[in-house]
């Protein structure tokens, strides 16, 4: 990108971390020559937190829109009242509406090419307006306010390092877990993944784990037959019509446990905490939460809220960072790769599926 990118911020729940993040982000030395930031939240909120934290004043240059964006300091947009209130530690309603009237805004400036890409500070759910924000997270909503096609949806991708998960399903309860898989979903999520992998991560070729449903991978029916009837015919898919490099279903224990997992460029995991449980284990404080198969950017941390430990100033931002750099090497990938494949050749061969002789890697289990 030959211009600093403008990456709009939203300040999440007022009575959690997200201040603190964005204060430290935003108070890091000459951190405005690699983007202009504009966080979208409350001026007075802002100052709360800094006087909370004793931090040195820094004050940031409010705005009306996008348009008046200094490069070389934050800015900030207010988009709530001047008598919200704030109370750390605690899940109010008017934390919700602030947190919905923030993303509001954004949202609205991002989809009119105001601002580059969107970095979202964490939301308490179950406190947002659900009249207004009926959903159970940011990835549906921002599916929503994109009006994808039907059949399409937002794909959540949890990365760090050279990991990346995603989710066949998210926020569900684990009874309906089994109900909800199908191989066309399996094949759809895939699809996305791979999709992603080329496009905003700039992986050629990339290569794909499913992980199991079951224990032991169902133990050839014993524990289940969910991986025989649904997931390994959606492997088989992607890969014979696809020609995708995906292979599994391998039981989620021993694929962790193993080597293997850095024999692969994306996981797919089928339901929420199998997949995120683990990378959350390994990178709790640097984990990048991104949205997938979106015509906009948006990253956010891989943590929640905090009311735990808001005020005490020891909240990392370094996942924050993490999600603000990601935002803008995607940026930079989608450029390019849209650039260089804008005016594609005809094809004048037609490359088998298999070309590559690549076995499906054996389904690793355990004994006991």
Same mark, same amino acid.
Not at 81 to 108: C, F, N
């Given at each position: 990108?030959?211009?600093?990118?403008?990456?709009?911020?939203?300040?999440?729940?007022?009575?959690?971390?997200?201040?603190?993040?964005?204060?430290?982000? +935003?108070? &890091?030395?000459? *951190?405005?020559?690699?983007?202009? !930031?504009?966080?979208?939240?409350?001026? =007075?909120?802002?100052?709360? %937190?800094?006087?909370?934290?004793?931090?040195?004043?820094?004050?940031?240059?409010?705005?009306?829109?996008?348009?008046?964006?200094?490069?070389?300091?934050?800015?900030?947009?207010?988009?709530?009242?001047?008598d919200l209130i704030v109370?750390?530690?605690?899940a109010t309603p008017e934390?919700?509406?602030?947190?919905?009237?923030?993303?509001?805004?954004?949202?609205?400036?991002?989809?009119?090419?105001?601002?580059?890409? +969107?970095? &979202?500070?964490? *939301?308490?759910k179950s406190i947002m !307006?659900?009249?207004?924000?009926?959903? =159970?997270?940011?990835?549906? %909503?921002?599916?929503?306010?994109?009006?994808?096609?039907?059949?399409?949806?937002?794909?959540?991708?949890?990365?760090?390092?050279?990991?990346?998960?995603?989710?066949?399903?998210?926020?569900?309860?684990?009874?309906?877990?089994?109900?909800?898989?199908?191989?066309?979903?399996?094949?759809?999520?895939?699809?996305?993944?791979?999709?992603?992998?080329?496009?905003?991560?700039?992986?050629?070729?990339?290569?794909?784990?499913?992980?199991?449903?079951?224990?032991?991978?169902?133990?050839?029916?014993?524990?289940?037959?969910?991986? =025989?009837?649904?997931?390994?015919?959606?492997?088989?898919?992607?890969?014979?019509?696809?020609?995708?490099?995906?292979?599994?279903?391998?039981?989620?224990?021993?694929?962790?446990?193993?080597?293997?997992?850095?024999?692969?460029?994306?996981?797919?995991?089928?339901?929420?905490?199998?997949?995120?449980?683990?990378?959350?284990?390994?990178?709790?404080?640097?984990?990048?939460?991104?949205?997938?198969?979106?015509?906009?950017?948006?990253?956010?941390?891989?943590?929640?809220?905090?009311?735990?430990?808001?005020?005490?100033?020891?909240?990392?931002?370094?996942?924050?960072?993490?999600?603000?750099?990601?935002?803008?090497?995607?940026?930079?990938?989608?450029?390019?790769?849209?650039?260089?494949?804008?005016?594609?050749?005809?094809?004048?061969?037609?490359?088998?599926?298999?070309?590559?002789?690549?076995?499906?890697?054996?389904?690793?289990?355990?004994?006991?």
């Amino acid at each position: 990108m030959n211009e600093k990118a403008k990456i709009a911020f939203t300040h999440g729940d007022i009575n959690g971390i997200s201040y603190e993040i964005l204060l430290k982000l +935003l108070s &890091t030395k000459d *951190i405005t020559k690699l983007f202009t !930031p504009i966080v979208y939240g409350s001026a =007075k909120v802002s100052a709360y %937190y800094r006087k909370v934290l004793e931090m040195d004043e820094m004050p940031w240059n409010r705005i009306e829109n996008p348009r008046e964006a200094s490069e070389s300091e934050p800015n900030l947009i207010n988009c709530v009242s001047d008598d919200l209130i704030v109370e750390m530690g605690k899940a109010t309603p008017e934390a919700g509406i602030a947190s919905y009237e923030a993303l509001e805004v954004a949202m609205k400036d991002l989809l009119a090419g105001e601002v580059d890409a +969107l970095v &979202t500070a964490p *939301i308490n759910k179950s406190i947002m !307006p659900h009249d207004r924000f009926p959903y =159970k997270g940011h990835t549906a %909503y921002l599916g929503a306010k994109c009006h994808l096609e039907k059949g399409q949806s937002p794909l959540m991708i949890l990365m760090a390092d050279r990991l990346k998960v995603a989710l066949v399903t998210e926020h569900i309860p684990l009874s309906e877990v089994s109900k909800t898989l199908t191989k066309e979903r399996i094949v759809a999520k895939v699809k996305e993944l791979h999709s992603s992998l080329i496009r905003d991560f700039a992986i050629d070729n990339p290569r794909i784990a499913v992980l199991a449903l079951n224990p032991h991978a169902g133990d050839i029916g014993l524990i289940g037959d969910e991986e =025989k009837r649904i997931i390994l015919p959606a492997v088989e898919e992607c890969r014979s019509n696809l020609a995708i490099k995906c292979f599994g279903p391998y039981p989620s224990d021993g694929f962790w446990g193993s080597s293997m997992l850095m024999r692969f460029d994306g996981v797919v995991a089928m339901y929420h905490d199998q997949g995120l449980a683990p990378f959350k284990a390994l990178y709790m404080d640097s984990g990048v939460n991104f949205t997938a198969g979106l015509p906009i950017v948006r990253t956010s941390p891989d943590h929640g809220v905090g009311y735990d430990i808001v005020g005490k100033g020891i909240a990392s931002e370094e996942s924050l960072r993490e999600a603000t750099y990601t935002a803008i090497d995607v940026l930079k990938n989608r450029r390019e790769h849209d650039l260089a494949t804008r005016n594609p050749l005809r094809k004048t061969y037609y490359a088998s599926n298999n070309s590559d002789n690549e076995v499906l890697p054996p389904i690793a289990t355990d004994e006991d």
